[in-house]
């Protein structure tokens, strides 16, 4: 690109090379949107996600309360995770589980009315994994002393 980009170019090429998944889910919670960081991230490309159900993603125990929720979200148009990180296992391709963290953009027309939720999503497995076993650690050394 020559010359000053422009808003829309800028919003494209940031979405479409960000390390992190950005993703968008509409009202129903099929997934409109699919970036490269989601593809490496989950191993679907996005010919594979786009058009499907949010569930792709999301381990099947935690289905009912995430579809609880979405629920409110759509009816109320507002989420807390949209100022505050959730942290939630995920889904990837090879049916393994990881460790996620994500904010959470409400997408509404020019009447205000919901069409889905946009979410930027960072994979934290390793983190939680050090996290886990340093408690680990901790407990054990305190056990020790106070045998």
């Known amino acids: 690109m020559q010359g000053t ?13 960000s390390s992190d998944a950005v993703m968008f889910a509409d009202r129903e919670g099929i997934i409109r949107l699919w970036n490269g960081g989601a593809e ?17 993603i999301i381990p099947e125990n935690l289905r009912v309360r ?7 979200v759509m009816e109320s148009g507002s989420s807390r995770y949209s100022a505050d990180l ?7 391709k090879d049916g ?9 953009v409400m997408v509404k027309d ?7 939720v946009a979410a930027i999503i960072r994979d934290v497995s390793e983190r939680w ?4 076993e340093l408690k ?4 054990a050394l305190e056990t020790d002393k106070a045998a």
């Open 96 to 104: 393994t589980r990881i460790s996620t963290e994500f904010s959470m």
């Open 136 to 139: 680990e650690r901790i407990k």
């Open 5 to 17: 980009p422009t808003e829309e170019w800028l919003a494209g090429y940031i979405v479409n090379t």
């Open 66 to 72: 995430h579809w609880d929720g979405y629920g409110r």
């Open 40 to 56: 490496r991230m989950f191993g679907f490309s996005a010919a594979e996600a786009l058009g499907q159900s949010l569930d792709l």
């Open 86 to 92: 959730l942290s939630a296992p995920a889904l990837r």
């Open 110 to 116: 020019d009447a205000g009315i919901m069409l889905g």
């Open 129 to 132: 994994q050090r996290e886990k």
